[in-house]
């Protein structure tokens, strides 16, 4: 499953998420930027996205975010989800491929702590975008 960030897909109207951190006891100081990232299959329905996270200029962190609820991704996984080994997509966590260059639980706090009704809508937007923008170049 190849992941691209939505900025590459819908340009100017994309606005990456930052904020600086000071003085966090689980966080470098600097400024942490959120890249979302969503899978290019037009026809897949993962409803997720995988969220970079860069700490001044550097890859730092992969952390996924899947809006809806549990039950949702159980049945669209079917049977596989009793599967223990299957990641879980219902809410954040860090990808297997994170570089973990920050800390995992002091990242997802920041994550969950940034978390609003405003970005969800937003990571929702894009994803319909991006699935959109893919189903046109594919036709
Ligand atoms: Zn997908």
Same mark, same amino acid.
């Given at each position: 499953m190849e992941f691209i960030p939505a900025g590459e897909i819908i340009g100017e109207a994309h606005q990456v998420r930052t904020v600086t951190i000071k003085q966090s006891p689980q966080l470098p100081d600097g400024e942490y930027s959120f890249i979302d990232t969503y899978c290019a299959?037009?026809? =897949?329905? =993962?409803r997720k996205t995988m969220i970079q996270v860069m700490h001044n200029g550097k890859l730092v962190s992969i952390i996924n975010y899947g809006w809806e609820s549990a039950t949702f991704y159980e049945s669209w996984m079917g049977s596989s989800a009793k599967d223990n080994s299957m990641p879980k997509m219902h809410g954040a966590s860090i990808d297997i491929t994170s570089p973990d260059l920050v800390g995992r639980d002091g990242m997802l706090a920041l994550f969950n702590a940034l978390l609003n009704d405003i970005w969800i809508a937003k990571i929702k937007r894009h994803y319909d975008e991006v699935k959109a923008a893919m189903s046109e170049r594919t036709k």
């Open positions: 299959d037009p026809d =897949c329905d =993962c």
